[in-house]
């Protein structure tokens, strides 16, 4: 029905960059809430960002300053800019979407949250 998929993903020195992506595909009416989570290995999935559907923006505190998240609604995709990469952000990061669905008339039918499948980042040197 609906579906997101990730990239971008990968190693990355201490101090590195990284840009993930995240693209909608299905029977999507509109995007409402997207948003970055991370779950490290033995640890809880937390939020790290999401954007409204109106552009704004919360951050989790580990984060803010070093990554930015942004959206193209045409795309229906969200990014996340991670910037001064540390080793603590190790993890598997995971995007979400409040998508409000669509029917065969393309009206607005439903709505549901849908995940990522995930992709790995490592910070290591």
């Known amino acids: 029905q609906v579906q997101l998929v990730e990239s971008g993903g990968g190693l990355v020195q201490p101090g590195g960059s990284l840009r993930l992506s995240c693209v909608g595909s299905g029977s999507i009416f509109s995007i409402r809430t997207m948003a970055w989570y991370r779950q490290a290995q033995g640890k809880q999935r937390e939020l790290v960002a999401r954007?409204?559907?109106?552009?704004?923006?919360n951050y989790a505190d580990s984060v803010k300053g070093r990554f930015t998240i942004s959206r193209d609604n045409a795309k229906k995709t969200v990014y996340l800019q991670m910037n001064s990469l540390e080793p603590e952000d190790t993890a598997v990061y995971y995007c979400s979407a409040d998508v409000l669905l669509a029917n065969a008339m393309n009206q607005m039918d439903g709505a549901n949250r849908y995940w990522g499948q995930g992709t790995q980042v490592t910070v290591s040197s």
């Open positions: 954007i409204s559907i109106y552009n704004i923006t």
